[in-house]
């Protein structure tokens, strides 16, 4: 009777991975957990952000993830402030393999980033704040990426990714190669 009971459990999970390895086109919603060095927005600092993602997988073979992130920086003392914010839009293009419960992709990413730089000071003894707003700038962000994700249960996962990336920005002639990675854990719908 044992025996049975363990048969009958090991062919349920099998039957749940093969049916979900033959019907995988779902959309889901990711948070991936990133270092960023801050230098690239005048603050010399590290910082981890979060971009929420939106995985498309569209068949067994190709994924579509679009990618939303923003962050908002500010510091403060007595004499001056400084404030710089960002949006981060872009688009990921996949191709998927599944094996199990994981998938490997391979493909790339495109983002742009739009970005403001604030200063406002007043001198020694003044009363007054003067605003210097440095600038409005994007950057256009092109990676080359590998990654890939283990499915803990049916609509949750683990994953990671590995990039190298571009950074270009034309109007400072900003050109900045160097590796990223990403932390992800992603639900399905």
């Not at 839009?89 to 739009?114: A, D």
Request: charged residues 20%; proline residues 3%; contains cysteine.
């Amino acid at each position: 009777m044992k025996k049975i009971f363990i048969f009958s459990l090991l062919f349920l999970f099998s039957y749940g991975g093969l049916q979900s390895q033959e019907a995988p086109s779902r959309i889901g919603i990711g948070l991936s957990l990133s270092e960023v060095r801050r230098r690239y927005f005048y603050i010399d600092e590290d910082e981890i952000t979060h971009n929420i993602f939106i995985p498309i997988n569209i068949g067994k073979s190709f994924r579509f993830e679009p990618q939303l992130g923003f962050d908002s920086y500010s510091e403060e003392d007595e004499y001056d402030k400084s404030c710089i914010s960002y949006l981060q839009l872009g688009i990921g293009i996949f191709p998927i393999l599944w094996r199990n419960k994981t998938i490997l992709y391979f493909g790339g990413r495109l983002c742009f980033l739009f970005s403001s730089y604030t200063y406002t000071y007043k001198y020694y003894g003044d009363t007054k704040w003067r605003t210097n707003k440095e600038s409005d700038f994007g950057f256009l962000f092109v990676a080359p990426a590998i990654g890939g994700e283990y499915f803990v249960c049916e609509k949750l996962s683990l994953g990671g990714e590995i990039q190298l990336k571009f950074l270009s920005n034309n109007s400072e002639n900003t050109k900045h190669y160097f590796t990223h990675t990403l932390f992800f854990t992603r639900f399905y719908f």
